[in-house]
């Protein structure tokens, strides 16, 4: 089965600042999703990335899939206190069974 | 346009009772997916309904059962709970093109505490 490893666990940011989340992949990725997640609510998609060397931006937000497929990145510029929430990248990978990492936390201070 | 629409909100049960969960898919979606999504973990998949029939089944017992009805409203039941059933579960419904390689639209959850 296809496994997605998030790093960090945590993040703790000065508002301002700029921040990368990691999702690696135990197998070839077709398609990589990324979500956030305030806490204890539902999921809000953010952005779907099909092709290698692929990358898209929703306003502060840009995330990347590298040329070999296996891992993806999230990165925000400027954070802001809005930013805050859980990051969770997600899969369906060859079997169309969804498969999500365990997610960033993201804390933004002031 | 209404989105995903789940309930309970909250939920508590004691250990072996049954719980049924339900969702309402966003308009003109025909396909719902639940997932168990226990505390500091990600969402795991237990099953999809697409067209009323289970399309894809995660990594979870009998004791999970799902239904979709008609509207594409769907159920989750849980029998003989058990302690680690505790969880936030969440249902996402999908629109008609290939469901899970698309986009899901996900409920705010439903929390159930068994004790």
């Known amino acids: 089965s296809q496994e997605l490893e998030q790093s960090p666990q945590s993040l703790i940011v000065q508002e301002g600042k700029n921040l990368t989340i990691n999702c690696t992949s135990s197998?070839?990725?077709?398609?990589l999703y990324w979500y956030k997640q305030k806490y204890g609510e539902g999921l809000i998609f953010l952005m779907m990335l099909q092709k290698g060397g692929e990358e898209k931006s929703h306003e502060k937000i840009t995330a990347k899939l590298d040329e070999k497929k296996q891992q993806s990145s999230l990165h925000i510029t400027a954070s802001q206190p809005s930013h805050a929430g859980i990051y969770l990248c997600?899969?369906?990978?060859?079997?169309?069974?969804?498969?999500f990492g365990r997610g960033t936390s993201l804390i933004v201070h002031p | 346009e209404t989105g995903v629409t789940q309930s309970p909100t909250h939920l508590i049960k004691t250990r072996g009772q049954q719980v049924t969960l339900r969702c309402s898919s966003q308009s003109g979606h025909n396909t719902v997916s639940w997932y168990q999504q226990a505390l500091g973990q990600g969402p795991q998949f237990i099953f999809q309904?697409?067209?009323?029939?289970?399309?894809g089944r995660g990594n979870f017992p009998p004791r999970f059962s799902g239904l979709q009805f008609p509207n594409y409203s769907s159920e989750l039941n849980v029998n003989a709970l058990e302690l680690d059933d505790s969880a936030l579960y969440l249902c996402a419904s999908s629109p008609p093109e290939r469901s899970t390689g698309n986009e899901q639209f996900f409920g705010p959850g439903t929390r159930l505490t068994v004790l």
């Open positions: 197998k070839t990725l077709y398609g």
């Open positions: 309904y697409y067209r009323e029939e289970e399309n």
């Open positions: 997600g899969t369906t990978g060859g079997s169309y069974i969804p498969t």
